[in-house]
């Protein structure tokens, strides 16, 4: 941890500075164009994959708290010892791959319900135009699960937003980095090794991104951050990156 680096320090004012934005009166405004919304959802626009990382849940604090405390305590290590533009480079990298697999996820609940509500005798356009105009069918239910009716929804009309994918990729590169340092669960106040305990958490994610409970957390956006951060760190130590780093 130790004082706060240089694009740390910028990545958190961004953050926050949005974050009031946010809670005094803009909050629709940004999240209609800067979260991430699904490619079909009227509201989508290319930036989205980056411009979702500087926004977060507007109806409290503790998303953006967690996210930020993360970037600085497992983020400042890693800015000291790759220097300030690798660091951006791998984190940002790490933001859009979360971007991409929940976006890949996404495609995959709602074309899961599409199919099933295509059943009815509804075209597909048809479907789509209805949730573009924010409304459904209660009928949807009697053709699937809640479940999969829930997330077919939530695939169209809940957009992602926050810092956690690439901030999941920083803590894999921390723990390739520290892998003896211990750390400890809020839930579980045990010491636990960092190659211990980023791999229970990615395992967490997994497990709630494929079961039926939504959770309102974009588990697919924290392990596409953490596999980015994964191969990057393997591929960088394979060839040795940091022996050639272009801010040395």
Do not use: C
Request: hydrophobic share 50%; glycine share 8%.
């Amino acid at each position: 941890m130790g004082r706060l680096t240089e694009a740390i320090k910028h990545l958190i004012i961004i953050n926050v500075l949005l974050f009031i934005a946010g809670i005094t009166g803009l909050g629709d405004t940004l999240y209609q164009y800067f979260a991430l919304w699904f490619p079909e959802n009227p509201n989508f626009q290319w930036w989205q994959v980056v411009s979702h990382m500087f926004l977060h849940d507007f109806s409290g604090f503790f998303h953006i708290l967690f996210n930020m405390y993360a970037l600085w305590a497992f983020g400042s290590p890693l800015e000291r010892m790759w220097g300030r533009n690798k660091f951006l480079f791998f984190y940002f990298s790490a933001g859009i791959g979360a971007a991409l697999l929940h976006t890949l996820a996404n495609y995959y609940f709602f074309n899961q319900g599409l199919d099933l509500i295509a059943t009815s005798g509804l075209s597909k356009e048809s479907v789509i135009d209805i949730l573009a105009s924010g409304r459904y069918s209660p009928d949807w239910y009697n053709l699937a699960s809640q479940g999969t009716i829930d997330r077919f929804m939530a695939s169209f009309n809940a957009p992602a937003v926050g810092a956690s994918g690439a901030v999941y990729g920083v803590l894999v590169a921390f723990a390739f980095m520290f892998p003896r340092a211990e750390l400890m669960l809020i839930f579980l106040p045990v010491p636990i090794k960092a190659k211990y305990f980023v791999p229970l958490l990615i395992l967490g994610d997994i497990i709630f991104g494929f079961s039926n409970v939504n959770t309102g957390i974009a588990h697919f956006a924290h392990v596409g951050g953490a596999l980015i951060g994964f191969i990057m760190m393997w591929y960088w130590k394979k060839n040795q990156f940091n022996k050639n780093r272009w801010d040395n």
